[in-house]
């Protein structure tokens, strides 16, 4: 018949069947053709970056796979539902150089559980890891509180256990840690009568 003949052969755009079936349908550049939908779904999660922004007003981009390793930051993104969001660092320690710190560490944490790392290589990796300046370490521990990551946490403060451990007396504690002394001569003398044992560097 002529209405199917005409059909056929009529242009693109009044064929709005025949077009759109005739295009392949879109795809993320690094799916592949017989990916899955959930494959697409976890590939998209995986590229996802979230931006921070630091307590000194920086922004830095974050893979969120390894943003939510912190549990305030994971929270946070539950609680806005967009991780396009830029997510405020609130507290003081979390400036640049002390974030671009965290970053690493939890970055260098999830290569080693992917890796399946040995325990000698995570060691040597936190040992290193700790050697910095006090300011530096103080400031990673206030961070990593505010953040909630318990790992790095613990490694920080653990760094300071250590130091700790090496004073015989209250007076190396503070000369090591630069601690003004709040108490008065007199007062430090009652101290000592009181509690000889603590300033008593054979005492163990």
Known sequence: PRHGRRALFCPPVFCARSTVSRQPPLRPHHCKRGDTCSQRRVMAETDDEITLETYDKHQVKVPKKIAVRSAIIHMMIEDAGDVSEVVPLADKSCTLHIIQRV???LKKHAE????????EQINAFDK?????SDEIIFQTILAANFLD???LLELMCKK???EI???KTPDDIRDRFNIRQDYTPEEVEE????HPWI???NAK
């Open 165 to 167: 451990k090496k004073c």
């Open 128 to 132: 290193e890891f700790q050697e910095q």
């Open 103 to 105: 970053v690493e560490y």
């Open 160 to 162: 300071v256990a250590d």
């Open 112 to 119: 080693f559980e992917k890796d399946g790392a040995e325990d």
């Open 191 to 194: 101290v000592k009568k009181a």
């Open 199 to 201: 300033y008593d560097k």
């Open 149 to 151: 990551i318990k790992n």
